[in-house]
């Protein structure tokens, strides 16, 4: 199976900052990495598809870059809707494997 | 509007059966795969089962292949886990999540916000 990291595994940031998390893979997966966003209790939301291509209805300070095996997600000016916790997910290979998460709070 | 809701979570003994379903709204359900992907405590995602759009193609995890068995009923736009054999480490909470395309291609534009199973003596 593809394994996926990410780092940092948390950060705390202010509204208005910009955040940048990256998701790596064991092995080259192409551009086929997807970013979600979960808040507790909630289900996860598509927030980036084929790591750049940015999901219908998804503000446009979200952005993902990235290809083979090292992607990044921006968050470019942090809005109080978005703390909460960010996976990256691969859909190269099955089985598609998921990153731990990135947790975002309030600093 | 888009809408995924479980149904069936509950405690169960291990050895045990269980079936979750996960009806569908605000979308063309028939024409779309749907997956189950759970969280256990503590734990990351994890993939478990995709079914194609028409039911022909399925794929499981290793985890619980064997065991547990994906369906749905396109006429009720209902997708199913029937989940057999079940063992404390299968205790997660279950999503179902909607691919972006019909066969299935792993990427979910989609999820319900979940159904606690709970496998414990």
């Known amino acids: 199976d593809v394994q996926m990291t990410q780092s940092p595994s948390s950060l705390s940031a202010s509204v208005g900052d910009s955040v940048t998390i990256t998701c790596r893979a064991s092995?080259?997966?192409?551009?086929?990495l997807n970013w979600y966003q979960q808040k507790p209790g909630k289900a996860p939301k598509l927030l980036i598809y084929?790591?750049?291509s940015l999901q219908s209805g998804v503000p446009s300070r979200f952005s993902g870059s990235g290809s083979g095996t090292t992607f990044t997600l921006t968050i470019s000016s942090l809005q109080p809707e978005d703390f909460a916790t960010y996976y990256c997910?691969?859909?190269?290979?099955?089985?598609?494997?998921f990153g731990p998460g990135t947790k975002v709070d309030v600093k | 509007e888009v809408q995924l809701l479980e149904s069936g979570g509950n405690l169960v003994q291990p050895g045990g059966s269980l079936r979750v379903s996960c009806t569908a709204s605000?979308?063309?359900?028939?024409?779309?795969?749907m997956s189950w992907v759970r969280r256990a405590p503590g734990k990351g995602l994890e993939f478990v089962s995709l079914?194609?759009?028409?039911?022909?193609?399925?794929d499981y995890a290793e985890s619980v292949k064997g065991r547990f068995i994906i369906s749905r009923d396109n006429s009720k736009n209902t997708l199913y886990l029937q989940m057999n054999s079940l063992r404390v480490e299968d205790t997660a909470v279950y999503h179902c999540?909607?691919?972006?395309?019909?066969?299935?291609?792993?990427?979910?534009?989609?999820w319900g916000q979940g159904i606690l199973v709970t496998v414990s003596s």
């Open positions: 605000g979308f063309s359900f028939s024409s779309y795969a």
């Open positions: 079914i194609s759009d028409n039911g022909a193609s399925t």
């Open positions: 084929t790591a750049s």
């Open positions: 092995q080259n997966i192409n551009n086929y």
């Open positions: 999540a909607k691919d972006m395309d019909d066969y299935g291609e792993y990427n979910f534009d989609y």
């Open positions: 997910q691969q859909s190269n290979s099955r089985p598609p494997t």
